[in-house]
Nanobody
């Protein structure tokens, strides 16, 4: 199994920045990709950004140019730098890890963008 611990959410004004972090432990050698999803009230969970072991990135269109995902492969961590935040970015953000056999999820961290 893989365990995930997230940190970095909070309240920020529109136009501000936040950095989310995710640390993986356990069977980390089985990890293929790490990423972030989000779920706003009344909406489905959606992929925000993901980064594979091979360096391939995938971003939701609304995050392009504003969010950057990065990984420290040696430490098994992932980070999501979010700039120019908008009220519509408000959601619970979940770290996600993809392995060859299963997906794992963090507990979620709240991001609120409001003035």
């Amino acid at each position: 199994q893989v365990q995930l611990v997230e940190s970095g959410g909070g309240l920020v004004q529109p136009g501000g920045s936040l950095r989310l972090s995710c640390a993986a432990s356990g069977r980390t050698k089985s990890i293929y990709a790490m990423g972030w999803y989000r779920q706003a009230p009344g909406k489905q969970r959606e992929l925000v950004a993901a980064l594979t072991n091979g360096g391939i990135t995938n971003y939701i269109e609304t995050a392009e140019g504003r969010f950057t995902i990065s990984r420290d492969y040696a430490k098994n961590t992932a980070a999501l730098q979010m700039n120019s935040l908008r009220p519509e970015d408000t959601a619970v953000y979940y770290c996600n890890v993809v392995t060859v056999s299963y997906d794992y999820w963090g507990q979620g961290t709240q991001v609120t963008v409001s003035s």
